[in-house]
């Protein structure tokens, strides 16, 4: 079985920063790409930032320049630095992975749980 947990979410004031973490555990052959999405209240989920497994990088137009995702293979974990935080970024966040769990098998979604992050003063 393989699990996403979530951790760093929480309230924080405009113009703030956080930091979000996500481990990977379980049986697993390899990691692919890494990232973060997010649920808005009463919006559909939108993708954040994502983070190939050779460190590659993109970004939503809303969140560049000031979030930041970075991962470490080693530890099957991806993180996401967010700053200069602004009431529009308040949302459930979600971390994703793409993870083979057989040398010879398919890559598949998974998912955490969800963090929740409210920007608000």
């Known amino acids: 079985q393989v699990q996403l947990v979530e951790s760093g979410g929480g309230l924080v004031q405009p113009g703030g920063s956080l930091r979000l973490s996500c481990a990977a555990s379980g049986s697993m052959f390899s990691i692919s790409d890494m990232g973060w999405y997010r649920r808005p209240p009463g919006k559909e989920r939108e993708l954040v930032a994502i983070?190939?497994?050779?460190?590659?990088?993109n970004y939503a137009d809303s969140v560049k320049g000031r979030f930041t995702i970075s991962r470490d293979n080693a530890k099957n974990t991806v993180s996401l630095q967010m700053s200069s935080l602004k009431p529009e970024d308040t949302a459930v966040y979600y971390c994703?992975?793409?993870?083979?769990?057989?040398?010879?098998?398919?890559?598949?979604?998974?998912w955490g749980q969800g963090t929740q992050v409210t920007v608000s003063s």
């Open positions: 994703n992975a793409k993870i083979r769990r057989l040398s010879s098998g398919p890559y598949a979604d998974y």
């Open positions: 983070i190939t497994s050779a460190g590659i990088t």
